[in-house]
């Protein structure tokens, strides 16, 4: 059965807290307005926004355990053929030092920002467009153009002040571990994930949700995949069309289990290309053993899943969903 009511009272529960929410609004407003005005940042920064799961309405509740966590992306003049990605880090090392003392830590791709018990700022430089037209598209918008609506189901559900991006070229970020420069392209994924959501009658997101609550409290183990490559796993085989998150998830959870069987089999790291950025594997730091044993675990979730979404008893499949998902289900 749908369970319906329960499916509803589960988004709610699993989706950021209103404190939460507005944590982040205030806290990434206030980065981007310090970074904005910093007299040294000013002269190479050309625009920030969000990406990640805050900006595509994608994100689950966090805890101290498991804090939300926002992407801000600083754009900057800086020639990727002139400049390493250790510099490109190194150079928001004073900011950081001057506002968040003893508050930041570095990771390969950004500074991790932490604000609150419960939520942390990423802010992730990259180097500037190669597109004079794309340069001065984002030196011409305000800072405060690329905030994040306060519900986030109007984000999940299109919001089209960044459509014009979807044919902008993509963005390179600097990896210090690697010491090399990565392309990405976050603006077309927020509005690839926008128009899938349509197509998926505004439930993509939930599904998407739903999947990681799954993996984060039912089977945190492996550790691996989780935040966006598990993400991308799910829009790779959530089909267009669903009526209900209980179908959605359901039926991802089978295809997931069918798709890749072969590479489980052999343990076997699958190759699944980023959006707008074909020659990238999103799954590429996923080790094909922990593959293996995500994979076995979907495989039980999906019997699991099928079992109660045919169950004609209500009471049973309420208890089924619960077993699935966890006592948030209720």
Request: include cysteine; glycine fraction near 4%.
């Amino acid at each position: 059965m749908q369970s319906a009511a329960e499916f509803e009272n589960f988004r709610i529960a699993t989706q950021p807290s209103e404190r939460q929410r507005k944590v982040t609004t205030d806290e990434h407003t206030r980065l981007r307005e310090r970074l904005a005005s910093d007299p040294t940042l000013k002269r190479v920064l050309l625009s920030t926004f969000i990406q990640g799961s805050h900006r595509r309405a994608s994100a689950i509740r966090g805890s101290t355990a498991h804090p939300c966590d926002v992407d801000i992306v600083a754009v900057t003049n800086l020639p990727r053929s002139k400049t390493t990605a250790r510099h490109a880090h190194d150079l928001f090392r004073p900011f950081l030092e001057a506002h968040y003392n003893g508050r930041y830590s570095q990771k390969d791709r950004s500074w991790c920002i932490t604000v609150d018990a419960e939520v942390t700022l990423d802010l992730v430089p990259t180097t500037g467009p190669e597109s004079p037209q794309l340069a001065r598209a984002m030196l011409a918008r305000s800072i405060h153009d690329w905030s994040a609506s306060d519900d986030p189901e109007s984000i999940a559900m299109g919001d089209t002040k960044d459509m014009d991006w979807n044919r902008a070229e993509p963005i390179w970020i600097p990896d210090r571990r690697l010491e090399t420069w990565e392309k990405t392209h976050p603006l077309l994924l927020i509005d690839w994930t926008a128009a899938k959501q349509a197509h998926c009658n505004g439930r993509f997101t939930h599904t998407v949700r739903a999947v990681k609550w799954w993996k984060r409290h039912v089977e945190p183990n492996p550790k691996y995949p989780r935040g966006y490559p598990l993400e991308h796993l799910v829009a790779e085989c959530c089909p267009n069309d669903i009526k209900t998150v209980a179908d959605g998830l359901t039926v991802t959870l089978e295809t997931v289990a069918s798709r890749f069987r072969d590479e489980a089999a052999r343990r076997a790291t699958p190759f699944l290309a980023a959006r707008g950025v074909p020659e990238v594997n999103v799954m590429r730091r996923v080790e094909g053993a922990d593959f293996a044993a995500f994979h076995a675990c979907v495989v039980r979730a999906a019997a699991l899943a099928r079992r109660a979404l045919n169950s004609p008893d209500d009471a049973e499949s309420k208890r089924l969903w619960s077993t699935l998902l966890g006592d948030t289900f209720r």
